[in-house]
């Protein structure tokens, strides 16, 4: 067996999408926990904007960069409208200041703000709006919630864009690399001169990203993934125009063509890297790396995949951090609709949960 016995689950996980957000079932005793976080990008509020009148939470987290820099005026904007929103919704509300480039550091004090949360309230249900939230701090924060938080059920929330940038032209949403590193918890691969790597990589609009990730790997086998969407917005700006010279790259060294992944269902993700675990790595020396520049469900995936995945140290995920994001470039308007995907607490020692604890 690649997956323990939770993997079977996966196939009931919840996958629906929405236009508002309503409470979870009620439960009694039931106190609920929400998470999101403050951006450039205007859609960052929306989840905060469409919590229906009955909904009610113990704690609403906002989470911030203000642990890199000084809020733009949009961002404190979007920071005031959030606080807003929650300060009738929650029982209290907190702000935590993430560091872009120094995730090591922040995880203990992000672990400390949760287990603050965790002895004040009996939190039951988390609501994690990854809208706008870093891919390395998505995957963090969801390790973190369920070893946290084990017995609680979890209800991610997405806010889909209307667009990136003007319409019609090639998206580049950050620009050159600052260094590509192991995101936090998911670092216990395997590591050496002889170890060969199958690298899965995630597409969106970072190719110069990949790119350089791709070149510092080195891996044996390099298979690129686009998003297969639900919504048709996109177009094919997003499997083409912007990873042009990526997939030719793929193509000539590696000999591979794209593959095609649901954007928004994080079950299709599952299942696809647990067939290229089957394919590649399994039953060998060697490693499967994980590189999350796609979408943020495609990364929800990733994560529902490594914490279930039977021998972790043949599995990491690598991220490249880059130098300037390229903020004009970033959404327009969200869509009419929000994705959420939900399952119910585990009470499992998850892999992920191990991994993380060593951080601490």
């Known amino acids: 067996m690649v997956m323990s016995t939770i993997a079977n689950d996966v196939v009931n996980i919840r996958f629906r999408t929405s236009t ?127 070893m946290v938080f084990p017995e609680a059920s979890v209800r991610v929330l997405y806010t889909p864009a209307g667009r990136y940038g003007a319409p019609g032209i090639r998206k580049r949403l950050s620009r050159h690399v600052r260094n590509i590193i192991a995101v936090p918890g998911y670092d216990s691969f395997m590591d050496g001169s002889n170890i060969k790597s199958t690298l899965v990589t995630f597409l969106g609009f970072e190719e110069e990203r990949v790119l350089t990730l791709i070149d510092a790997l080195s891996p044996k086998v390099c298979i690129p993934v686009l998003q297969s969407r639900r919504n048709t917005h996109f177009g094919r700006l997003v499997p083409f125009e912007s990873n042009k010279r990526l997939l030719r790259l793929v193509a000539a060294r590696f000999s591979r063509n794209p593959e095609y992944v649901d954007g928004e269902n994080p079950n299709e993700t599952v299942d696809y890297l647990r067939h290229v675990y089957t394919n590649y790595v399994q039953g060998k020396n060697d490693v499967l790396l994980i590189a999350p520049h796609g979408s943020k469900m495609q990364t929800v995936g990733i994560y529902l995949f490594c914490r279930m995945a039977a021998n972790p140290s043949q599995i990491g995920i690598v991220y490249a951090l880059p130098v300037k994001y390229m903020k004009k470039q970033y959404s327009g308007n969200a869509l009419e609709y929000i994705a959420a995907f939900s399952w119910e607490g585990a009470s499992v020692d998850t892999n992920v949960g191990r991994m993380l604890s060593k951080i601490s």
């Not at 929306?46 to 987290?61: F, K, M, Q, W």
């Not at 919704?89 to 287990?115: G, H, I, M, R, W």
């Open 20 to 146: 508002v957000v309503a409470p979870a079932t009620n439960k009694q005793g039931r106190e609920v926990l929400l998470i999101t976080s403050t951006s450039f990008e205007s859609r960052c509020s929306n989840i905060a904007e469409i919590l229906t009148a009955d909904y009610h939470a113990a704690v609403g987290l906002i989470c911030t960069f203000k642990g890199d820099y000084d809020l733009m005026d949009q961002e404190q904007a979007s920071l005031e409208i959030i606080k807003d929103k929650l300060a009738n919704k929650c029982q209290e509300v907190v702000e935590f200041a993430l560091k872009t480039y120094d995730s090591l550091s922040t995880y203990p004090k992000l672990l400390n703000s949760l287990n603050g949360i965790s002895h004040e309230h009996r939190i039951t249900h988390v609501d994690f709006d990854v809208t706008t939230f870093t891919k390395q701090y998505l995957l963090i924060l969801l390790g973190l919630i369920e």
